[in-house]
């Protein structure tokens, strides 16, 4: 009996206490860690050691649905996650409850960057502001926005101080425009890192802005006469300095309302723009210069008077007249001149009145041909005196002339050398000449070496439509002998010529001791000068005699 109640006790022993394995159970929840976008869905699983659980289930404000369970889990579907939340997930086995807690985290990426410069467009020292914002990111805490330049790094802000509640985040800095800034790249780099939470690293990025910066700080200087006369054309220039960038400068110019086409030119900071300027219309115009450089413009306006002041008109009764005729010369100031302009009419003996032609009666003669005629006129235009001269060339037709300057009667050539006939005509219209020797006709043009044998006479005649003239040139043809000798000769008399007029000074110019000499000596002096006078007057002859 004894043995038979040990045994009941031995299994007993070995049969565990009711509740024993419930209060050994655990319960834990998938995933640990909770990420959601804000607005997804999120799939959390419960589950336990429990053998045999009781009443389980989670614990939230979300919208939770019951996707699947098993003898020791469940898995709900949480939809529309907008915020933060901690839900409970629980078990109960035999009585005992146990749960466990899960954090859900929602963020909402960077999906916007925004990068905006205020202005776009800067003047040189002015400043400017670089602001970066991202409309909508959660959670700020893990947020950092960074600003670049030229992919440099420029700032960094990070917002973990910032209220929860905020999904807006923004970074804004200042700097004073510098030249070396134009065209700088400006951008803003968004990253969100959650993998403090469990989840990964979200980064984007914004468009890039381009910053310009100016300087057009002065006022176009215009170069332009005050006076312009109608249909002629003008250059006019248009020039602004201390600009920048000096190439991306537009300049405009205007006449009243006609537009020009200015050709621009750059050296340095200074633009300069010319244009040809052709006015239409008569009285007082303003011509303009804008100059545009990106938002910022300038203008300036110079006043011109535009005015009409044709050439005056000069009539010549017969242009081409002969010789001897009586022509009347007439010089008068142009109909669109205003007012009538004051005329002067070359050899007009009087001014005309104001108002009246100028004329003259001239008689032509030979020496009238080629000669100018002009007629002038003046006229005063905004307090300046204003002149225009309107010339014609008479043209006086006469019969052909030879005359000894132009074709010597007597000409010498030198044996040997390249001779041509030296003879050129006279005459209105230009005469044909043409000259005979020896009953041929003699080539003009062609240099011909002169022999003994051209010597002669040659007969000329010059011919237009109006008459002819003839001449008869004697031509010599020297040897190159008599050439030497005749220069010896010449040298001769040149010699005795000077002997003579130094002894005429001597004698002029002795000191007052020549009136103590003796007269035989005075005698002597005299001789010795007849016979230089006799010896010049033998070389003299000679000369002749041999030419």
């Known amino acids: 009996m004894e043995m038979l109640l040990f045994g009941v006790q031995a299994l007993l022993a070995l049969i565990p206490c009711p509740g024993a394995a419930e209060e050994l159970f655990e319960v834990s929840v998938w995933p640990d860690q909770a990420v959601v976008k804000y607005g997804q869905s999120l799939v959390v699983n419960c ?43 629980f078990f109960s086995c035999a009585g005992v409850q146990k749960d466990i807690s899960l954090g859900v985290t929602v963020y909402q990426p960077p999906e916007q960057v925004i ?21 909508s990111v959660t959670p700020l805490e893990n947020f950092t926005l960074i600003l670049l330049k030229d992919n440099q790094e420029l700032h960094r802000k990070d917002f973990r101080n910032l209220a929860v509640a ?32 469990g989840g990964g ?23 332009v006469s005050s ?82 002041f044709p050439p005056p008109i000069l009539e010549i009764q017969e242009l081409y007249p002969l010789a001897g005729m009586d022509i009347n010369v007439t010089c008068s ?23 009246e032609p100028a004329w003259l009666l001239l008689t032509t003669s030979e020496e009238d041909d080629g000669r100018n005629l002009s007629c002038e006129a003046s006229l005063e235009v905004q307090g300046q005196q204003l002149s225009k001269t309107t010339v014609i060339q008479l043209h006086v037709l006469y019969k052909p002339r030879l005359e000894e300057s132009g074709c010597p009667g007597n000409q010498t050539w030198l044996e040997g050398m390249e001779q041509k006939l030296a003879c050129v005509p006279k005459g209105n ?26 010597a002669g006479i040659y007969c000329c005649t010059a011919t237009n439509h109006l008459g002819s003239a003839s001449k008869d040139i004697a031509v010599i043809v020297q040897g190159l002998g008599e050439g030497v000798s005749s220069t010896i000769f010449i040298i001769i008399i040149v010699a005795l010529g000077v002997g003579v007029i130094t002894i ?40 002749a005699h041999n030419c």
């Open 333 to 355: 100031g142009h109909v669109l001149t205003s007012p009538s302009p004051t005329l002067r009419l070359q050899g007009a003996p009087d001014l005309p009145a104001p108002g």
């Open 115 to 135: 990068m905006e410069l205020q202005p776009a467009w800067v003047a040189v020292g002015e400043a400017f502001t670089v602001t970066c914002h991202v409309p």
């Open 429 to 454: 219209p230009t005469p044909a000449l043409v000259c005979t020797w020896n009953g041929m006709i003699f080539d003009l043009d062609v240099p011909q070496k002169a022999t003994l044998n051209h």
């Open 201 to 223: 690293l979200f980064h984007n990025s914004s468009a890039i802005r381009v910053l310009r910066i100016f300087e057009l700080s002065q006022s176009p200087q215009i170069w």
């Open 47 to 89: 589950s336990t050691t429990c053998p045999d659980p009781g009443p389980s289930g989670i614990e939230t404000l979300l919208k939770k649905t019951q996707v699947g369970k098993g003898p020791q889990w469940k898995e709900f579907l949480l939809e529309d996650v907008t915020q933060n939340s901690v839900l409970q997930c």
């Open 227 to 308: 006076l312009l006369e109608i249909g002629m054309a003008e250059t006019v220039s248009c020039e602004v300095a201390r600009v920048f960038p000096a190439k991306e400068v537009m300049i405009h110019m205007f006449l009243g309302d006609q537009e020009l086409s200015p050709c621009l030119s750059w050296e340095g900071d200074t633009v300069w723009a010319n244009a040809t300027v052709r006015a239409m219309e008569t009285g007082d115009q303003e011509l303009s210069c804008l100059v545009s450089l990106g938002p910022v413009e300038q203008k300036t306006k110079e006043p011109v008077h535009v005015y009409s």
């Open 504 to 543: 005429a000074l001597y004698l002029n110019y002795r000191p007052c001791k020549k009136e103590r000499r003796k007269l035989p000596y005075r005698q002597k002096e005299k001789k010795k000068e007849e016979e230089s006078q006799s010896a010049a007057q033998q070389a003299e002859k000679y000369n």
């Open 166 to 197: 905020s999904q807006r985040a923004e970074v804004t800095i200042s700097a004073k425009a510098q030249r070396e800034d134009d065209r700088c790249n400006f951008s803003c780099h968004a990253e969100l890192d959650l993998s403090s939470h």
